[in-house]
């Protein structure tokens, strides 16, 4: 057995520990919200909703907070669910004195509508953020199972074009893999992904 495969074998078994721990980790810190626990309420806005953000050029966060009438505490749309409000339609339609049908926990809107129109809707944005999550462990086990059929070579990979026999780079072929699943990401979700 080539003395170069079995470094590489070596080498790869870092990178397939890496890939797993990643693609497992995608899939249970997936945002399991127990909709159970949601505190359904209707509510009074006491005064325009409050658009803010943070952060530099790059690293924006934006959320919006909420008071209602008979209620101490503010409410919050936090930046995760942010990016799944409608927020033309809400800035337009949603008003001082609006009745509103909130689902929170701990002050944290989930769900938000008016009048039979969701401005907020939990199960969508949950469905994205966690397809997102699963497609990145999807994108990991690709390189996981790369990372395996590794140890399964005896020599050196090569393929045959036009009566050549060329030999296979394996880190050009898993640096490949790589670049082709952030490409697919960034093609899928765009920038916000990126967030």
Known sequence: ????????????????????????A?????????????????KILAKEPFFTKSGGPK?????????????????????????????????????????????????????LRKNDKDYLNFKRARKYENGKASLVAYMYAILVLF????????KKPRIRVFDK????NIDFLFLSIIFINIILIGALFGDEYFK
């Open 59 to 111: 690293n924006k966060k934006y959320w919006v907070e909420l008071s209602f009438k008979n209620v101490d505490t503010t409410f919050k749309i936090n930046e995760s669910d942010y990016k799944y409000l409608s927020i033309e339609d809400f800035k337009v339609e949603v008003k001082t004195n609006d009745t509103l049908t909130i689902s929170s926990i701990n002050n944290v809107i989930y769900h």
């Open 26 to 42: 995608c899939i249970f810190l997936q945002d399991n919200i127990d909709v159970k626990k949601f505190n359904v309420s209707t």
């Open 1 to 24: 057995m080539n003395y170069n495969l079995n470094k590489k074998k070596k080498e790869y078994i870092h990178y397939t520990i890496i890939a797993t721990f990643i693609g497992i």
């Open 147 to 154: 990372t395996l059929s590794i140890f399964l070579l005896n």
């Open 165 to 168: 026999i060329y030999s296979i």
